[in-house]
Protein backbone atom coordinates (compact mmCIF):
# COMPACT_ATOMS: atom_id res chain seq x y z
CA UNK A 1 0.00 0.00 0.00
CA UNK A 2 1.14 3.32 -0.75
CA UNK A 3 0.39 6.04 1.06
CA UNK A 4 -0.03 10.01 0.49
CA UNK A 5 -0.51 12.28 2.52
CA UNK A 6 -1.91 15.77 1.52
CA UNK A 7 -3.45 19.21 2.97
CA UNK A 8 -1.15 20.65 5.10
CA UNK A 9 -0.02 24.04 5.45
CA UNK A 10 0.41 27.26 7.52
CA UNK A 11 -2.57 28.35 9.70
CA UNK A 12 -3.28 30.98 12.24
CA UNK A 13 -4.16 29.77 15.67
CA UNK A 14 -7.73 28.96 15.96
CA UNK A 15 -7.72 27.66 12.47
CA UNK A 16 -9.05 24.63 11.01
CA UNK A 17 -7.44 22.35 8.45
CA UNK A 18 -8.10 19.31 6.62
CA UNK A 19 -5.41 16.45 5.67
CA UNK A 20 -6.05 13.72 3.17
CA UNK A 21 -4.43 10.29 3.11
CA UNK A 22 -5.29 8.39 -0.31
CA UNK A 23 -3.94 4.95 -0.52
CA UNK A 24 -2.92 3.22 -3.90
CA UNK A 25 -2.19 0.10 -4.62
CA UNK A 26 -4.35 -2.20 -2.71
CA UNK A 27 -8.06 -1.16 -0.91
CA UNK A 28 -7.57 0.46 2.95
CA UNK A 29 -10.68 -1.50 3.93
CA UNK A 30 -8.41 -4.82 5.30
CA UNK A 31 -6.59 -1.84 7.73
CA UNK A 32 -6.70 0.49 10.75
CA UNK A 33 -5.90 3.52 9.81
CA UNK A 34 -4.59 6.53 11.39
CA UNK A 35 -2.57 9.96 11.67
CA UNK A 36 1.17 10.45 13.33
CA UNK A 37 2.81 13.62 13.64
CA UNK A 38 6.02 14.69 14.94
CA UNK A 39 7.62 18.23 16.14
CA UNK A 40 11.00 18.83 15.56
CA UNK A 41 12.96 17.25 18.56
CA UNK A 42 10.20 15.26 19.56
CA UNK A 43 9.52 11.62 19.17
CA UNK A 44 6.81 10.50 16.63
CA UNK A 45 2.96 10.25 18.76
CA UNK A 46 0.23 8.76 17.75
CA UNK A 47 -2.74 11.77 17.21
CA UNK A 48 -6.35 9.98 15.62
CA UNK A 49 -7.12 6.24 14.53
CA UNK A 50 -10.03 4.88 12.75
CA UNK A 51 -11.14 1.54 12.70
CA UNK A 52 -11.63 -0.52 9.25
CA UNK A 53 -15.30 0.17 9.49
CA UNK A 54 -15.05 3.45 10.46
CA UNK A 55 -17.34 3.41 12.80
CA UNK A 56 -14.73 3.16 15.92
CA UNK A 57 -12.58 5.81 16.60
CA UNK A 58 -9.33 6.75 19.11
CA UNK A 59 -7.24 10.22 19.96
CA UNK A 60 -4.63 11.42 21.81
CA UNK A 61 -6.44 13.48 24.93
CA UNK A 62 -4.77 17.00 23.58
CA UNK A 63 -7.05 16.62 20.41
CA UNK A 64 -10.02 15.43 21.87
CA UNK A 65 -13.34 17.58 20.61
CA UNK A 66 -10.73 19.34 17.62
CA UNK A 67 -9.82 16.84 16.02
CA UNK A 68 -12.17 14.18 14.08
CA UNK A 69 -10.60 10.96 11.57
CA UNK A 70 -12.82 9.46 9.24
CA UNK A 71 -12.22 7.49 5.80
CA UNK A 72 -13.87 6.22 3.09
CA UNK A 73 -12.84 2.98 1.95
CA UNK A 74 -14.79 3.40 -1.39
CA UNK A 75 -12.07 6.59 -2.17
CA UNK A 76 -9.45 4.61 -0.14
CA UNK A 77 -8.62 7.37 1.60
CA UNK A 78 -8.76 8.86 5.56
CA UNK A 79 -9.02 12.33 6.48
CA UNK A 80 -7.83 14.28 9.78
CA UNK A 81 -10.39 17.69 10.27
CA UNK A 82 -8.35 19.75 12.42
CA UNK A 83 -10.37 22.78 14.53
CA UNK A 84 -9.27 25.14 16.74
CA UNK A 85 -5.67 24.35 16.06
CA UNK A 86 -2.93 25.16 18.66
CA UNK A 87 1.17 26.05 18.73
CA UNK A 88 1.40 22.45 20.30
CA UNK A 89 -0.47 21.22 16.74
CA UNK A 90 3.08 22.16 15.04
CA UNK A 91 4.45 19.01 13.04
CA UNK A 92 5.30 16.72 10.49
CA UNK A 93 1.44 14.74 10.04
CA UNK A 94 2.32 11.36 8.76
CA UNK A 95 -0.42 8.56 7.72
CA UNK A 96 -0.17 5.10 8.71
CA UNK A 97 -1.66 1.58 7.98
CA UNK A 98 -2.13 -1.35 10.08
CA UNK A 99 -3.30 -4.71 8.47
CA UNK A 100 -5.44 -6.78 11.37
CA UNK A 101 -8.93 -8.94 10.68
CA UNK A 102 -10.21 -7.23 12.91
CA UNK A 103 -13.32 -4.79 12.37
CA UNK A 104 -12.41 -2.80 15.90
CA UNK A 105 -9.13 -1.74 16.48
CA UNK A 106 -7.56 1.09 15.46
CA UNK A 107 -3.66 1.34 15.04
CA UNK A 108 -2.33 3.68 18.06
CA UNK A 109 1.28 2.61 18.10
CA UNK A 110 4.34 3.52 15.80
CA UNK A 111 5.84 0.24 16.74
CA UNK A 112 3.06 -2.20 15.04
CA UNK A 113 2.43 -0.16 11.75
CA UNK A 114 2.94 -1.75 8.32
CA UNK A 115 2.99 1.02 5.93
CA UNK A 116 3.73 4.55 6.09
CA UNK A 117 2.80 7.91 4.09
CA UNK A 118 5.58 10.48 3.25
CA UNK A 119 4.88 13.82 5.87
CA UNK A 120 2.64 16.83 5.69
CA UNK A 121 4.22 19.67 7.35
CA UNK A 122 1.15 21.39 9.52
CA UNK A 123 2.26 25.15 10.77
CA UNK A 124 0.70 26.68 13.30
CA UNK A 125 1.39 30.27 14.07
CA UNK A 126 0.46 33.02 16.64
Known amino acids: VQLQACGGGLVQAGGSLRLSCAAS????????MGWFRQAPGKEREFVAS????????YYRDSVKGRFTISRDNTENTVYLQMKSLELEDTAVYYC????????????????????WGKGTQVTVSS
Open 96 to 115: AARATSSQRVGVTSQYIIDY
Open 25 to 32: GRTISSYA
Open 50 to 57: VSRSGDIT
